[in-house]
């Protein structure tokens, strides 16, 4: 079945995948915070590419095509539906491309579709838009595909099934809000559960919240399924009083002023251990992610990706150095603290 990689990688150690494509990209300028829709992908292939490798260079296993929210609804609210096909396919060439260059997994990208309700209606739209998307992922050759962001466990579901029924691997993860529920009201544990009985390959939890309040759902999430769990929180600073990102210094600062809340390389390199500790095995950041983060993961779990070779290393500072030659530098330098 196409998606065996993904399960010999799980197989043989812990899995890290970099997402947050959608923020790092509105960070360099080349797409709309607001509309969030990743129309980078036609416009500037070279560089999402650019990303990808960063990403893998850093200690990334997975190259993720930059299809979130490149769904039909959010194409519609701009009036570009007819980017919907080239934007997927494109993007599934552009992270093709890369995970043939590095050897590593290739997956495909749906998400919250933002139109899921109560009515049949409105679950038949999304339905047809992960069948949509899942259809160009399977031509495309992809090993899994991570269906994300969900608050609805219905949706997550649904998603599921569309994936299943290309005969691709999933990993599905929902995103849980200030209470620790779906809006269904599912924990997140029977909210996994009910994945990993429907045939996800791994189910977990991503974006939302940041290291500190995700790190407490999971254990549970653990003992309740009988897959690899995920873990990819969003690198701010939540707390108890602000559980998400979206509710950070009282809500003033979701989505463009972030800066102050985000996490440094420590605190997400400790969260990738205690996450381990726990007994997650498929590991990374969402929204607001950048490489310097993903490499902080990929060496807290051991590991020394090829960027790990411009890892920090202080002896050599001019000030904070220990190489006798620096001394009198350093000497000076105190003397004017």
């Not at 595909?145 to 579901?157: H, K, M, N, R």
């Not at 929204?287 to 490499?295: D, L, S, V």
């Amino acid at each position: 079945m196409s998606g065996s990689r993904l399960h010999e990688r799980l197989a043989s150690g812990p899995v890290l995948c970099a997402e947050g494509y959608l923020f790092e990209l509105e960070r360099r300028g080349y797409l709309q915070a607001g509309a969030y829709v990743p129309e980078v992908v036609v416009e500037r292939p070279d560089v999402v590419a650019a990303l990808h490798r960063e990403f893998v260079a850093a200690g990334s296993d997975v190259v993720e095509a930059f299809t979130y929210y490149g769904h039909r609804e959010k194409l519609r609210l701009i009036g570009k539906e007819d980017l919907l096909e080239p934007l997927n396919r494109g993007a599934l060439a552009v992270a093709g491309q890369v995970a043939a260059e590095t050897g590593a997994l290739l997956a495909g990208n749906v998400c919250n579709t933002n139109v899921w309700g109560e009515d049949a209606a409105s679950r038949r739209a999304a339905r047809a838009m992960f069948e949509e998307q899942t259809s160009w992922a399977a031509d495309a050759g992809v090993d899994f595909v991570i269906a994300e962001t969900f608050q609805y466990g219905g949706e997550a579901l649904a998603a599921l099934e569309a994936i299943r029924a290309e005969g691709l691997d999933a990993v599905v993860t929902v995103a849980i809000h200030r209470e620790p529920v779906t809006r269904e009201g599912w924990a997140p544990e029977e909210a996994c559960r009910r994945l990993a009985d429907a045939g996800a390959a791994v189910v977990g939890l991503n974006c939302i919240r940041g290291p500190r309040t995700m790190l407490p759902l999971l254990g549970t999430v653990v003992d309740a399924v009988d897959v690899p769990v995920a873990a990819l929180p969003v690198p701010y600073r939540t707390h108890e009083a602000e559980p998400t990102f979206q509710a950070l210094d009282g809500g003033r600062a979701f989505p463009v002023a972030l800066d102050p809340h985000t996490c440094d390389r420590y605190e997400v390199a400790e969260f990738s251990r205690a996450a381990l500790d726990l007994g997650v095995r498929y590991l990374g950041l969402c929204c607001g992610a950048a490489p310097h983060h993903i490499r902080a993961m990929a060496e807290a779990i051991g590991r020394r990706p090829p960027a790990s070779r411009f890892s920090p290393d202080m002896s050599k500072h001019a000030y904070l150095g220990s190489d006798p030659s620096l001394r009198a530098a350093n000497l000076a330098f105190a003397e004017r603290l």
